[in-house]
């Protein structure tokens, strides 16, 4: 997501002067309206997150939404999901690579309900950078909101605890459909825990 440009999905994002609510606005971009990111740093909490992004207008916007490499990673275990109809070969495989960012449009929009139910979920003490965040998503959306709300993964994270540590002991218990390990869960769990691990550019 650093250093790429990001459509803004609510009504209105503001950017402000420092990082955290209290600063003045400096820009507000409108619905649609495309932002380039330049790194990131650690300011007040929005949503369980401290991450803030700068932008290229010098200013500071909250980074709670889910970054490409989530997006990527849920594709990646989901399936892209494509709204047009596949034509016959040869040009199928032409067309797969100008319907791929369609997909995952598709994604981002259905990824949204899990991430307000996540963000409605985390307290002010559970604290993660935008991979450690992109993770959890990927985990909620793959368990169900209900179930994530009641795990005690969730409530480690409620009660301050290391969100490393939480997240290396309690992804792998979550890998059995039926008191059944399932492979894909497993795969799943461990691109979850990998992805946790990459280091956000820093301002």
């Known amino acids: 997501m650093t250093g790429s440009t990001y459509k803004i999905k609510g009504d209105t994002v503001n950017c402000r002067s420092g990082l955290g609510t209290s600063y003045g606005i400096k820009r507000t971009y409108k619905k649609g309206q495309d932002v380039k990111l330049t790194c990131q740093i650690r300011g007040e909490v929005i949503n369980g ?50 319907i791929k960012p369609t997909a995952r449009s598709s994604w981002r929009t259905e990824m949204r309900p899990k991430e307000k139910c996540l963000a409605d979920m985390l307290k002010s003490k559970a604290v993660v950078n935008i991979n450690k965040y992109g993770a959890v998503v990927s985990w909620a959306l793959s368990m169900g ?54 280091l956000p550019v820093k301002c």
């Open 145 to 198: 909101c209900g179930a994530a709300k009641e795990s005690t993964f969730v409530k480690r994270l409620n009660n301050g605890k290391n969100i490393s540590a939480v997240l290396s002991e309690e992804l792998p218990k979550w890998v059995y459909g039926g008191n059944v390990k399932l492979p894909g869960l497993v795969r799943r769990r461990a691109a979850e825990a990998t992805s946790s691990k990459a």
């Open 49 to 98: 997150v401290r991450l803030w992004d700068r932008t290229t207008d010098e200013c500071y916007v909250s980074h709670y939404h889910s970054n490409q490499a989530t997006v990527d990673l849920i594709a990646e275990f989901e399936g892209w999901r494509v709204n047009v109809a596949t034509p016959a070969a040869p040009t199928s495989s032409i067309l797969f690579h100008c």
